[in-house]
T-cell receptor, first 114, second 115 residues
Framework: AQSVAQPEDQVNVAEGNPLTVKCTYSVSGNPYLFWYVQYPNRGLQFLLKYITGDNLVKGSYGFEAEFNKSQTSFHLKKPSALVSDSALYFCAREGSSNTGKLIFGQGTTLQVKP | EAGVAQSPRYKIIEKRQSVAFWCNPISGHATLYWYQQILGQGPKLLIQFQNNGVVDDSQLPKDRFSAERLKGVDSTLKIQPAKLEDSAVYLC?????????????FGPGTRLTVL
């Protein structure tokens, strides 16, 4: 069965430093991969997606993600973190049914300190 | 463009009671999803509608959960009777058409506490 793993429960970075939030996915079919962000008491907001093509995907708010097929990874990155980036981040992949169903990782809390 | 609307935002009930959640998707979005997000976990799909038909309800506990999408627009998710383990945030999402290329837009969620 398809699955997504986010190995870190929390990532702490200082404002202005680069950040990376890790994600790995199970190898099965063509992986359509997504990143969503969740702020307190709000729904998930779409950041970016990888369908095909360039391995480096650029998304909202200066975030980008790198698709690495050999390492089955899709890490989220940002060159310079902001305090306002502090939130809960979810990696997700398309399920096997090709219906749009998303399978989410358990989430990583990003804490950016001034 | 108005986003996905959900109500109520918060609900507290006792076990064995019933509860219903309402979702209004973005206008024109044919696909509607209900996810359950337990604290510390990622959202898990409960049911997916395409217009008013069910596409996937494989993870819906059908002995206590039910959902409908009358006229292919609004949707209601019901739990009867509720159990302690149903405490979670219930998220509704919609997309213009089903498939991996289409972004899902999420509502703010309904936080359910079962005592």
């Amino acid at each position: 069965a398809q699955s997504v793993a986010q190995p870190e429960d929390q990532v702490n970075v200082a404002e202005g430093n680069p950040l990376t939030v890790k994600c790995t996915y199970s190898v099965s079919g063509n992986p359509y991969l997504f990143w969503y962000v969740q702020y307190p008491n709000r729904g998930l907001q779409f950041l970016l997606k990888y369908i095909t093509g360039d391995n480096l995907v650029k998304g909202s708010y200066g975030f980008e993600a790198e698709f690495n097929k050999s390492q089955t990874s899709f890490h989220l990155k940002k060159p310079s973190a902001l305090v306002s980036d502090s939130a809960l981040y979810f990696c997700a992949r398309e399920g096997s049914s090709n219906t749009g169903k998303l399978i989410f990782g358990q989430g990583t809390t990003l804490q950016v300190k001034p | 463009e108005a986003g996905v609307a959900q109500s109520p935002r918060y609900k507290i009930i006792e076990k064995r009671q019933s509860v219903a959640f309402w979702c209004n998707p973005i206008s024109g979005h044919a696909t509607l999803y209900w996810y359950q997000q337990i604290l510390g976990q990622g959202p898990k799909l409960l049911i997916q509608f395409q217009n008013n038909g069910v596409v996937d309800d494989s993870q819906l506990p059908k002995d206590r959960f039910s959902a409908e999408r009358l006229k292919g627009v609004d949707s209601t998710l019901k739990i009867q009777p509720a159990k302690l383990e149903d405490s979670a945030v219930y998220l509704c999402a919609s997309s213009s058409i089903a498939g991996p290329r289409n972004e899902q837009f999420f509502g703010p969620g309904t936080r359910l506490t079962v005592l």
